[in-house]
């Protein structure tokens, strides 16, 4: 091919520059045809000139600043509305570069004897919505009415799109309804402009309005469920979806194995897996990578990673990757974890900063404090990541778990950026495990004046004191929280059953089954009492005088509940699955050890940081989380 290009000697004439832009394989190849048009002025020509253009925006080896030199160097006459659009178009899809566009209308108006048509401003609308203000989209749909556009189907779509990206949903739905044709499309962006503004309730009213669904419909709403945490609705969506016909794609399935990690619904997870092999649906690499995370997060490790090893085909890109490091980091598999990032280098896959996030978060369930920090260093020197927030964060988690309170707080001091409440919480979090007051009563003024409300921190500080037996302090800490109207995220644990989810508070006592679950709890507690289990009673964060009113409110922790539940409602030495919102205490987490040994169980607990295999009377995280 080079050889070809290389040989062409003869000025172009007529259509002769067509078939050789077809040609082009790489950004030389189009350098010398560019060359041979400019020579032979065909480069003059409003068709060549568009191929040309089309192939330096649209193309693997194109480059869109080669592309704008070559327009703005075609004379003002013989620019036509398709090397404006052409122009446009790239520029709107282009991050950072939406505001070109608007300058190349500009020229267009100014310039073009034809004037703008439907596709200009479908563009425009695009690169007005992505990162231009109010005013700049205005200012264009007034050119629009101006040119008899508003009307048109993709005009309008478009203009739906533009206020739906802004979060502007109402002005969306005005435009909607204004609208004289409506198409699914239409239909299907004011649906997503609901579910990206939050609007859940409007998505799901909007959405049962439409005359017709088709898979983006179902797709758009069920993502909107699984973004806003709604886990258990994105998934009767699902299978409402599945009910009526419609046959879900990659987009849809990747938002239903998300809902099944997060529920930790492992059957239902398995169904969707078969599911895809039956009905032929196409592995892509966030599909692949979604499957490796229901696997992890649903306490299926070993199968998520016989998963990874077995699509080698579809490794080229990071997600996969990070999926399988973050699943190894969750469950405390440090080694494994670092040995799939050197694998990841071996295979030349290039990591971004959710890689090194998962690394790190390794290293701190591991108390891998060295590697934590060479991985640390790399990020920069090696990959060229610069360290953001998240990174930071990570590092101080590290270092706060393993003691080095000190240097975790050297380095938040000497942060370029400002340090936020949640990175300082994590330095509290540590001084609660080291039992350092002093520390995070400090810390917890600076985290006061950083965010008044946030009231996590000062829960958390709250308990520092609770622990301490400072229970004056801790009192009017959790006073001044119900003063401005805000409650502590009570503690959640639950647990699947035959595709039904059943949840737990603290105390709980909604559940059917309450009354055998308390007898099952007291008799639990006898057992556990006489194979040496002792109530760790420094974890009730309430001032209780009584010994035995302590133990009490600690044998009704949520996870406690659910995990009676689960022995009381399956078979003699079938696995339970828990999941719980926040960290689980020191107590429950002894507890937890003896019930598996002495009930010959496996329970596997997920909290908010991460799992614990209890088997035996051991946890997989040697008691350190």
Not at 62 to 75: K, T
Not at 133 to 141: A, F, I, K, L, T
Not at 427 to 434: D, E, P, Q, V
Request: aromatic letters at 10%; glycine letters at 8%.
């Amino acid at each position: 091919m080079k050889r070809c290009f290389s040989t062409v000697r003869t000025p172009l004439n007529g259509q002769t520059s067509l078939p050789l832009l077809d040609s082009c394989k790489s950004i030389n190849h189009v350098w010398q045809v560019h060359a041979q048009m400019v020579v032979s002025s065909h480069i003059l020509s409003p068709v060549s000139a568009n191929k040309l253009l089309k192939l330096l925006t649209e193309s693997s080896f194109g480059s869109l600043s080669y592309a704008q030199q070559v327009f703005d160097r075609i004379p003002g006459r013989n620019r036509d509305v398709f090397l404006y659009n052409t122009m446009i178009k790239a520029h709107s899809l282009t991050n950072g570069s939406a505001n070109n566009a608007v300058l190349l209308f500009r020229s267009m108006l100014r310039n073009c004897p034809f004037g703008p048509n439907r596709y200009t401003f479908v563009f425009l609308f695009r690169a007005c919505g992505n990162s231009l203000g109010v005013c700049d989209g205005e200012q264009v749909r007034a050119h629009g009415i101006k040119a008899g556009l508003e009307g048109n189907l993709f005009v309008t779509n478009a203009l739906i799109g533009m206020y739906a990206d802004w979060g502007l949903v109402d002005e969306a739905r005005r435009v909607f309804d204004w609208s004289l044709s409506r198409d699914m499309f239409s239909w299907n962006i004011m649906a997503s402009g609901y579910v990206r503004s939050g609007k859940l309730d409007e998505a799901k009213e909007f959405f049962e309005q439409m005359p017709e669904r088709d898979v983006v419909s179902w797709s758009s709403v069920i993502s909107g469920y699984v973004q806003a945490g709604c886990f258990l609705e994105a998934l009767d969506l699902f299978h409402e979806m599945l009910r009526s016909g419609a046959k879900p794609n990659q987009f849809t399935l990747v938002s239903a194995l998300s809902a099944c990690a997060n529920l930790v619904a492992l059957d239902q997870g398995r169904w969707i897996h078969v599911f895809i092999g039956k009905n032929e649906i196409k592995m892509n690499e966030r599909l692949l990578a979604s499957l490796i995370d229901m696997y992890a997060k649903c306490a299926e490790v070993e199968f998520a990673s016989k998963v990874f090893s077995s699509a080698r085909g579809l490794r080229g890109k990071v997600w996969p990757w990070n999926a399988m490091i973050g699943g190894f980091a969750m469950h405390g598999k440090c080694e494994e974890a670092i040995e799939t990032f050197k694998q990841m280098e071996v295979e030349r896959v290039c990591p971004n900063k959710v890689t090194f996030v998962s690394l790190l978060n390794a290293c701190s369930h591991g108390n891998m404090v060295n590697e934590g920090r060479r991985y640390f260093r790399m990020m920069e020197s090696a990959y060229g990541i610069k360290p953001e927030i998240e990174h930071y964060g990570c590092m101080v988690d590290l270092l706060g778990r393993a003691g080095l309170l000190d240097e975790a707080e050297d380095i938040i001091s000497s942060l370029q950026m400002t340090p936020d409440a949640a990175i300082w919480g994590a330095l509290l979090g540590a001084c609660r495990i080291h039992k350092d007051v002093e520390r995070a009563e400090r810390i917890g003024k600076i985290i006061q004046e950083l965010d008044p409300n946030h009231i996590g921190c000062q829960v958390l500080l709250s308990n520092v004191y609770s622990a301490s037996g400072r229970w004056k302090e801790a009192r009017t800490l959790r006073e001044k929280v119900e003063s401005i109207g805000r409650t502590k995220t009570p503690g959640c644990s639950s647990i699947e059953l035959n595709g039904a989810f059943h949840q737990f508070l603290v105390g709980d006592r909604a559940h059917p089954q309450t009354r055998q679950i308390y007898l099952f709890l007291d008799e639990m507690g006898t057992k556990l009492k006489t194979a040496g289990y002792v109530p760790e009673v420094s974890e009730v964060l309430l001032d209780i005088d009584d010994e035995e009113d302590k133990k009490t409110a600690l044998s009704r922790h949520s996870e406690k509940l659910a995990i009676a539940f689960g022995i009381m409602n399956t078979p003699p030495g079938a696995t339970i699955r828990i999941v719980k919102n926040l960290r689980v205490c020191g107590d429950c987490h002894q507890a937890t050890k003896f019930i598996s040994k002495v009930y010959s169980r496996e329970i596997i607990v997920r909290d908010r940081t991460r799992f614990h295999h209890f088997k035996d009377g051991v946890c997989s995280c040697k008691d350190y989380w």
